[in-house]
């Protein structure tokens, strides 16, 4: 996988850059220390996954993800528990992911690699977030639509637990414990869903679950 890194501190960017570097599977291909010039660096490099900083000097990194997420790489966000504004406009934005910036190492390799295989990541920190955002917002503009509530008893009771689950933020790895399932199956229970709730990606799914009201 080919990676850009995007963030304005040197010293966080060069360890992320050794420790990805030391995956094998991982090459980071560019680096840039503001949105503008990662924009600049995904023109001129294949990216397959550009892992952004959401708040950046010269562009910002919601910004730079718009720009970035049409010329066909895949976009994770880094951001802090103090940026709720911004992550909320990065969800509308699209991005693939959001992990909060003192994540281990390993917990954005892994998130890299989700992102590539085509789903999405979702730090536990950042659902929290999302939930209060629509528990303060669910009306008759943000409830289920008839033919969303109609997808929605279609679903096997088994799809219905998985979609709880990930409603509070759950990984793919923590759903399979708490179900007592192997995270292959829980892989596949995630893909029906997405295709059968018609949802773009795991935070659609988050919203989902909360507008249905079968998360806590």
Excluded: Y
Excluded at 56 to 75: E, F, H, N, Y
Excluded at 133 to 145: I, Y
Excluded at 162 to 167: R, S
């Amino acid at each position: 996988m080919r990676i850009l890194l995007a963030d304005d501190q040197p010293l966080l960017l060069h360890a992320l850059t050794t420790i990805l570097n030391a995956q094998p599977d991982c090459e980071v291909v560019a680096t840039a220390a503001d949105g503008e010039n990662a924009v600049e660096q995904v023109k001129q490099h294949d990216i397959d996954v550009a892992v952004l900083d959401i708040r950046m000097p010269v562009l910002d990194g919601i910004s730079a993800a718009r720009q970035i997420m049409p010329l066909g790489p895949k976009v994770i966000m880094l951001t802090t528990f103090d940026d709720d504004a911004l992550v909320k406009a990065a969800i509308e934005a699209g991005v693939h992911g959001f992990l909060l910036k003192d994540a281990d190492p390993e917990v954005l390799a892994e998130a890299i690699r989700t992102v590539f295989h085509g789903e999405s990541v979702l730090a536990s920190g950042v659902t929290g977030k999302v939930l209060e955002w629509v528990r303060g917002g669910v009306d008759e503009h943000t409830a289920l639509s008839d033919e969303q509530r109609q997808a929605l008893s279609f679903l096997t009771r088994r799809e219905v637990e998985v979609l709880a689950e990930i409603g509070t933020g759950a990984t793919n790895a923590e759903l399979a414990q708490r179900l007592f399932i192997a995270e292959t199956t829980v892989k596949t229970h995630v893909k029906n869903l997405l295709h059968k709730l018609g949802a773009r990606d795991r935070v659609a799914l988050v919203l989902f679950a909360q507008r249905a009201g079968i998360v806590g």
